[in-house]
């Protein structure tokens, strides 16, 4: 091979200063797909405002009594974090791989990591735009009273992070799965929804059978909505948990290895093209 055919080699700082230059590119890619923006970016919010207008009253006793729309914020702010990092990754690469253009940038000196620098990158700057709007309806509409001490936003931030790149990680991994980009949907979202239904964000999770518990407390979702439960509603609804706290140490160990179990599906199972 002479040198005028030979593939660029990047160091790892143009390396990483060529992702983040990525992320705009893939934002914009986003917003201008409808179809995403509705099912990833504005559904958790739909779905908040349809559970925080009809069921209404409140729940809890004395001081700690609240809201049920602030009842239902952790969990769908959880069921945002794995729309965005889990569904609308991974349906988008399986399309980007069925449609050439993983195939196109294979052939191109980027690497695998500058892809998903900017992968990363959208879908953080997508789930905190997410995040605050969904927050704001529940501010503005129904007069929703946010945490107001340091240490529930500091909970809310690392689960946040934690919870947004273990979706991720998996998001990429998940990615393999469909045989092509038409059928991505078909394959991504049932599990997706069938995940957020027994992992506490439509439903009460104390009010499912034990043994939904232990299916759903074997995946990260359960444990983001814990997580998110233990940052925005009083300490008292902690007694309400399978085993009577937030047990939040447990929460952090459960989504870093889920984290490194991501890294290490989404290096194994990720190709610029299909196997076959």
């Known amino acids: 091979m002479n040198a005028a055919s030979a593939p660029v080699a990047f160091g790892p700082s143009r390396t990483v200063r060529l992702g983040i230059r990525r992320i705009g590119f893939e934002l914009r890619q986003y917003f201008r797909a409808s179809d995403q923006v509705f099912f990833t970016f504005l559904f958790p919010t739909l779905m908040y405002l349809i559970f ?4 209404t009253g409140d729940v809890g006793e004395g001081a700690d009594k609240i809201s049920m729309a602030t009842y239902y ?17 991974s349906i988008e690469i399986a399309v980007e791989k069925s449609d050439g253009t ?18 990363i990158g959208e879908v953080f700057v997508t789930a905190i735009l997410q995040i605050a709007l969904l927050l704001i309806v529940a501010v503005v509409l129904y007069g929703v009273e946010l945490p107001s001490d340091a240490d529930a936003w500091g909970r809310f931030a690392w689960v946040f992070v934690l919870g947004l790149l273990t979706c991720t990680m998996l998001g990429i991994a998940l990615s393999a799965l469909p045989r092509s980009g038409k059928t991505a949907s078909a394959v991504v979202i049932p599990v997706v929804l069938l995940l957020q239904f027994i992992s506490g964000v439509y439903i009460a999770f104390s009010s499912l059978p ?62 610029w093209i299909r196997r076959d």
């Open 52 to 55: 925080a207008t009809i069921f």
């Open 210 to 271: 034990e043994w939904l518990q232990n299916v759903a407390s074997a995946f990260p979702l359960k444990w983001i909505a814990q997580g998110m439960r233990a940052a925005i509603l009083p300490d008292s609804f902690g007694a309400a948990e399978p085993n009577g706290g937030w047990e939040l140490g447990l929460v952090a160990i459960a989504l870093a290895a889920w984290l490194v179990a991501g890294i290490i599906l989404s290096r194994a199972t990720f190709r």
């Open 73 to 89: 914020l952790p969990g769908l702010v959880a069921g945002g974090i794995f729309l965005s990092g889990m569904q609308g990754l």
């Open 102 to 119: 993983l195939k196109r940038l294979g052939s191109t000196p980027i690497s695998p990591v500058t892809y998903f620098i900017g992968k």
